[in-house]
């Protein structure tokens, strides 16, 4: 069976989502958001990563290729 890589994201609050998951990764990893951010905009290119939306109510569902 195919894992399910849907997510439903409120896209009011994603934008500091993203950056507060920079910021705890770079903790992590030793690094800094900055570079994970340029990291993640490294691996998005890559993978030729997609996410397509659908709206549900108040929220959005996202599917993800990756």
């Given at each position: 069976?195919a ?50 939306e ?13």
């Open positions: 069976m894992e399910d890589k849907t997510l439903r994201l409120d896209l009011e609050i994603l934008p500091t989502k993203y950056i507060a998951l920079c910021e705890f990764t770079a903790q992590l990893i030793d690094s800094s958001a900055k570079e994970v951010d340029k990291q993640v905009e490294l691996f998005l290119f890559l993978t030729q990563f997609e996410a397509s659908t709206s549900l109510d108040d929220k959005e569902e996202v599917k993800l290729n990756g």
